[in-house]
Nanobody, 124 residues
């Protein structure tokens, strides 16, 4: 069983930064792809970015490319989402997900485990 816990959300002004963390249970990273998704009220969950277990470079949604960065610390079993130049439209609950697959990672249905989410609110 994979257990994921997100943290680091909060309220920030437009143009500010936040770093989200996702703590994973031991062995989670072994052949698991990791992704970040977000869900705003009344909208579907959308992908923010992911990194596959096969080690290719992270991929990002066009809406966050150049502003958000995913990184992994394997020694600490942590995944991070650095968010810079935040905009009000980035307001959402952010989720960390883990997947056995290394393809189709832009789709939430391909993830096997999820954290509980952390709220990010960006004020204008």
């Amino acid at each position: 069983q994979v257990h994921l816990v997100e943290s680091g959300g909060g309220l920030v002004q437009a143009g500010g930064s936040l770093r989200l963390s996702c703590a994973a249970s031991e062995r989670t990273f072994s052949r698991k792809s990791m992704g970040w998704f977000r869900q705003a009220p009344g909208k579907e969950r959308e992908y923010v970015g992911f990194i596959s277990w096969s080690g290719r470079s992270p991929y990002y949604a066009d809406s966050v490319k150049g502003r958000f960065t995913i990184s992994i610390d394997n020694a600490k079993n942590m995944v991070y989402l650095q968010m810079d130049s935040l905009k009000p439209e980035d307001t959402a609950v952010y989720y960390c997900g883990a997947a056995r697959m290394d393809s189709g990672l832009g789709y939430s249905r391909n993830y096997d485990w999820w954290g509980q989410g952390t709220q990010v609110t960006v004020s204008s």
